[in-house]
Nanobody
Framework: QVQLVESGGGLVQAGGSLRLSCAASGDTICISAMGWYRQAPGKERELVAA???????YYADSVKGRFTISRDNAKNTVYLQMNSLKPEDTAVYYC?????????WGQGTQVTVSS
């Protein structure tokens, strides 16, 4: 079992920045990749960014150049630095940990960007 605890969401004006953190605990040795998803009201959950244990990254087109995902393997923590935020970035952001047998999810953290 892996437990994920997110922090760092909040309310910010358009153009502002936030940093999300996700700390993993438990059977973290199984984790190969970690990522951030988001879900806006009435929309499906979508992958925003992901990072492998080796440091390879993926970004959705909508956040490229604005968001940066990073990972501290020693602390079992993944971060999402979000800059130049837009109102359309408003969503609940979920941390995900990918293990061979199962995916694990955090509880979600609300990000609200006002115009």
């Amino acid at each position: 079992q892996v437990q994920l605890v997110e922090s760092g969401g909040g309310l910010v004006q358009a153009g502002g920045s936030l940093r999300l953190s996700c700390a993993a605990s438990g059977d973290t040795i199984c984790i190969s990749a970690m990522g951030w998803y988001r879900q806006a009201p009435g929309k499906e959950r979508e992958l925003v960014a992901a990072i492998t244990s080796g440091g390879s990254t993926y970004y959705a087109d909508s956040v490229k150049g604005r968001f940066t995902i990073s990972r501290d393997n020693a602390k079992n923590t993944v971060y999402l630095q979000m800059n130049s935020l837009k109102p359309e970035d408003t969503a609940v952001y979920y941390c995900n940990a990918d293990c061979p047998a199962e995916d694990y999810w955090g509880q979600g953290t609300q990000v609200t960007v006002s115009s």
